[in-house]
Protein backbone atom coordinates (compact mmCIF):
# COMPACT_ATOMS: atom_id res chain seq x y z
CA UNK A 1 0.00 0.00 0.00
CA UNK A 2 1.12 3.80 -0.93
CA UNK A 3 1.75 5.40 2.11
CA UNK A 4 1.11 9.27 2.62
CA UNK A 5 2.46 11.02 -0.47
CA UNK A 6 3.69 14.53 -0.24
CA UNK A 7 5.05 16.84 -3.28
CA UNK A 8 7.72 18.60 -3.88
CA UNK A 9 9.72 16.57 -1.71
CA UNK A 10 12.67 19.46 -2.10
CA UNK A 11 11.75 23.04 -2.64
CA UNK A 12 13.90 26.22 -3.21
CA UNK A 13 12.25 29.60 -3.62
CA UNK A 14 12.57 33.35 -3.19
CA UNK A 15 11.45 35.12 -1.14
CA UNK A 16 8.08 36.71 -1.54
CA UNK A 17 6.77 33.75 -3.66
CA UNK A 18 4.22 31.52 -3.32
CA UNK A 19 4.78 27.92 -2.43
CA UNK A 20 2.15 25.09 -2.43
CA UNK A 21 3.21 21.59 -0.85
CA UNK A 22 0.46 18.90 -1.56
CA UNK A 23 -0.18 15.64 0.55
CA UNK A 24 -2.14 12.74 -0.59
CA UNK A 25 -3.23 10.89 2.72
CA UNK A 26 -3.14 7.23 3.13
CA UNK A 27 -6.77 5.60 1.55
CA UNK A 28 -9.90 5.22 4.35
CA UNK A 29 -7.96 7.43 6.87
CA UNK A 30 -9.84 10.50 7.41
CA UNK A 31 -7.68 12.80 10.16
CA UNK A 32 -4.65 14.70 7.75
CA UNK A 33 -2.31 16.35 10.24
CA UNK A 34 0.40 18.82 8.76
CA UNK A 35 3.60 19.51 11.27
CA UNK A 36 6.55 21.49 10.61
CA UNK A 37 9.57 20.78 12.08
CA UNK A 38 12.11 23.27 12.58
CA UNK A 39 15.63 22.97 15.61
CA UNK A 40 14.20 25.60 17.37
CA UNK A 41 10.97 24.35 18.22
CA UNK A 42 11.10 20.69 16.58
CA UNK A 43 7.74 18.95 15.39
CA UNK A 44 4.71 21.46 15.76
CA UNK A 45 1.11 21.14 15.03
CA UNK A 46 -0.21 23.45 12.21
CA UNK A 47 -3.58 22.21 11.27
CA UNK A 48 -5.27 19.04 11.04
CA UNK A 49 -8.48 17.85 9.42
CA UNK A 50 -11.22 15.39 10.42
CA UNK A 51 -13.14 14.43 7.33
CA UNK A 52 -12.05 17.10 5.60
CA UNK A 53 -13.19 19.60 7.93
CA UNK A 54 -10.40 21.54 9.75
CA UNK A 55 -10.49 21.00 13.52
CA UNK A 56 -7.71 23.09 14.65
CA UNK A 57 -5.39 25.60 12.64
CA UNK A 58 -4.46 27.47 15.87
CA UNK A 59 -0.93 26.08 14.95
CA UNK A 60 -0.81 27.60 11.54
CA UNK A 61 2.07 30.56 12.04
CA UNK A 62 0.18 33.70 10.48
CA UNK A 63 -2.19 34.50 7.76
CA UNK A 64 0.71 34.01 5.22
CA UNK A 65 -0.29 30.20 5.71
CA UNK A 66 -3.55 28.55 4.80
CA UNK A 67 -4.07 25.10 4.53
CA UNK A 68 -7.18 23.31 2.41
CA UNK A 69 -9.05 19.87 2.07
CA UNK A 70 -11.09 20.01 -0.66
CA UNK A 71 -12.00 16.18 -0.57
CA UNK A 72 -10.90 12.93 0.69
CA UNK A 73 -7.49 11.92 -0.97
CA UNK A 74 -5.29 15.66 -1.26
CA UNK A 75 -4.47 18.66 0.80
CA UNK A 76 -2.42 21.91 0.45
CA UNK A 77 -0.69 24.03 2.42
CA UNK A 78 0.06 27.24 0.94
CA UNK A 79 2.20 29.67 2.16
CA UNK A 80 1.89 33.20 0.55
CA UNK A 81 4.15 35.08 0.17
CA UNK A 82 7.16 32.76 1.53
CA UNK A 83 9.83 34.33 4.13
CA UNK A 84 13.50 32.88 4.64
CA UNK A 85 11.78 32.19 8.35
CA UNK A 86 9.57 29.44 6.59
CA UNK A 87 12.84 27.43 5.73
CA UNK A 88 11.71 23.94 7.55
CA UNK A 89 10.60 20.52 6.84
CA UNK A 90 6.83 20.16 6.45
CA UNK A 91 4.83 16.54 7.02
CA UNK A 92 1.81 16.02 6.41
CA UNK A 93 0.52 12.65 8.31
CA UNK A 94 -3.09 10.73 8.30
CA UNK A 95 -4.91 8.09 10.91
CA UNK A 96 -7.60 6.50 11.14
CA UNK A 97 -9.64 9.09 13.37
CA UNK A 98 -7.37 9.43 16.33
CA UNK A 99 -9.52 7.97 19.40
CA UNK A 100 -9.46 6.96 23.02
CA UNK A 101 -9.47 3.49 22.65
CA UNK A 102 -8.30 3.01 19.16
CA UNK A 103 -5.16 3.13 20.34
CA UNK A 104 -3.93 4.50 16.21
CA UNK A 105 -0.76 5.89 14.97
CA UNK A 106 -0.25 8.10 12.80
CA UNK A 107 1.44 7.79 9.55
CA UNK A 108 4.11 10.71 7.93
CA UNK A 109 4.61 11.42 4.88
CA UNK A 110 8.90 11.67 3.65
CA UNK A 111 8.33 15.40 4.14
CA UNK A 112 8.55 18.32 2.26
CA UNK A 113 12.19 20.44 2.15
CA UNK A 114 11.58 24.22 1.69
CA UNK A 115 14.21 26.30 1.62
CA UNK A 116 13.40 30.38 1.05
CA UNK A 117 16.29 32.59 0.20
CA UNK B 1 -0.91 25.16 27.29
CA UNK B 2 -0.01 21.57 26.46
CA UNK B 3 3.38 20.80 26.32
CA UNK B 4 5.33 17.92 26.35
CA UNK B 5 8.75 17.78 27.63
CA UNK B 6 11.24 14.75 26.82
CA UNK B 7 14.67 14.51 28.52
CA UNK B 8 17.67 14.35 27.83
CA UNK B 9 17.42 16.05 24.50
CA UNK B 10 20.45 14.30 23.36
CA UNK B 11 22.11 10.63 24.60
CA UNK B 12 25.42 9.54 23.18
CA UNK B 13 25.84 5.88 24.28
CA UNK B 14 28.65 2.57 23.48
CA UNK B 15 27.20 -0.23 21.23
CA UNK B 16 25.96 -2.72 24.12
CA UNK B 17 24.81 -0.43 26.48
CA UNK B 18 21.31 0.11 27.73
CA UNK B 19 19.49 3.67 27.67
CA UNK B 20 16.35 5.14 28.63
CA UNK B 21 14.76 8.26 28.36
CA UNK B 22 11.74 9.96 29.88
CA UNK B 23 8.62 11.74 28.40
CA UNK B 24 6.52 13.85 30.61
CA UNK B 25 3.35 15.35 29.89
CA UNK B 26 0.49 16.79 31.27
CA UNK B 27 -2.13 14.18 32.72
CA UNK B 28 -5.34 15.92 32.94
CA UNK B 29 -7.98 15.32 29.32
CA UNK B 30 -4.76 12.42 28.59
CA UNK B 31 -5.79 9.91 26.30
CA UNK B 32 -2.75 8.21 24.52
CA UNK B 33 0.90 8.29 24.48
CA UNK B 34 2.51 7.58 21.26
CA UNK B 35 6.72 6.88 20.76
CA UNK B 36 7.76 7.50 17.36
CA UNK B 37 11.18 6.75 15.74
CA UNK B 38 12.81 9.51 13.74
CA UNK B 39 15.77 8.53 11.50
CA UNK B 40 17.60 11.59 9.85
CA UNK B 41 16.38 12.42 5.78
CA UNK B 42 13.02 9.85 6.68
CA UNK B 43 9.54 10.07 7.94
CA UNK B 44 8.88 9.52 11.58
CA UNK B 45 8.03 5.73 12.24
CA UNK B 46 5.52 4.45 14.89
CA UNK B 47 7.05 2.56 17.71
CA UNK B 48 4.05 2.23 20.32
CA UNK B 49 0.66 3.70 21.00
CA UNK B 50 0.11 3.33 25.01
CA UNK B 51 -3.64 4.04 26.72
CA UNK B 52 -3.77 2.74 30.01
CA UNK B 53 -2.13 3.90 33.20
CA UNK B 54 0.52 0.86 33.74
CA UNK B 55 0.55 0.06 30.33
CA UNK B 56 3.73 -1.78 29.43
CA UNK B 57 5.17 -2.22 25.60
CA UNK B 58 7.76 -3.74 23.98
CA UNK B 59 9.14 -4.42 20.45
CA UNK B 60 12.21 -6.49 20.30
CA UNK B 61 14.75 -4.21 22.16
CA UNK B 62 12.81 -1.47 22.93
CA UNK B 63 10.11 -1.42 25.48
CA UNK B 64 8.28 1.72 26.85
CA UNK B 65 5.80 2.30 30.48
CA UNK B 66 3.41 4.36 30.89
CA UNK B 67 2.19 6.13 34.37
CA UNK B 68 -0.73 8.60 33.61
CA UNK B 69 -1.54 9.57 36.63
CA UNK B 70 2.20 11.27 37.41
CA UNK B 71 2.53 12.07 33.44
CA UNK B 72 5.56 10.13 32.19
CA UNK B 73 6.54 7.46 30.05
CA UNK B 74 10.03 5.84 30.17
CA UNK B 75 11.22 4.30 26.87
CA UNK B 76 14.23 1.56 27.03
CA UNK B 77 16.54 0.25 25.19
CA UNK B 78 18.25 -2.58 26.02
CA UNK B 79 21.79 -3.30 24.69
CA UNK B 80 21.87 -0.36 21.98
CA UNK B 81 22.74 -0.78 18.55
CA UNK B 82 24.44 1.73 15.98
CA UNK B 83 21.56 1.04 14.11
CA UNK B 84 19.24 2.44 17.07
CA UNK B 85 20.58 5.73 16.52
CA UNK B 86 17.81 7.81 15.86
CA UNK B 87 15.52 10.94 17.29
CA UNK B 88 12.93 9.09 19.51
CA UNK B 89 9.59 11.00 19.78
CA UNK B 90 6.93 11.05 22.03
CA UNK B 91 3.65 12.40 21.37
CA UNK B 92 0.45 12.86 23.78
CA UNK B 93 -2.96 12.97 22.37
CA UNK B 94 -5.96 14.72 24.50
CA UNK B 95 -9.21 14.98 24.33
CA UNK B 96 -9.21 18.95 23.35
CA UNK B 97 -9.96 18.71 19.62
CA UNK B 98 -8.03 15.79 19.32
CA UNK B 99 -4.41 17.16 18.72
CA UNK B 100 -1.42 14.83 19.21
CA UNK B 101 1.54 16.97 20.84
CA UNK B 102 5.46 16.01 20.41
CA UNK B 103 7.83 16.77 22.78
CA UNK B 104 11.17 17.89 20.84
CA UNK B 105 13.07 14.06 21.19
CA UNK B 106 15.95 12.60 22.39
CA UNK B 107 18.53 12.13 19.96
CA UNK B 108 20.41 9.15 20.30
CA UNK B 109 23.72 8.52 18.56
CA UNK B 110 25.33 4.85 19.71
CA UNK B 111 28.99 4.50 18.80
CA UNK B 112 30.45 1.37 17.82
Known sequence: ?117 | ILNVEQSPQSLHVQEGDSTNFTCSFPSSNFYALHWYRWETAKSPEALFVMTLNGDEKKKGRISATLNTKEGYSYLYIKGSQPEDSATYLCASFYNQGGKLIFGQGTELSVKP
Not at chain 1, 72 to 78: G, P, R
Not at chain 1, 82 to 104: H, I, K, Q
Open chain 1, 1 to 117: DAGVIQSPRHEVTEMGQEVTLRCKPISGHNSLFWYRQTMMRGLELLIYFNNNVPIDDSGMPEDRFSAKMPNASFSTLKIQPSEPRDSAVYFCASSVRLGRTSGNTIYFGEGSWLTVV
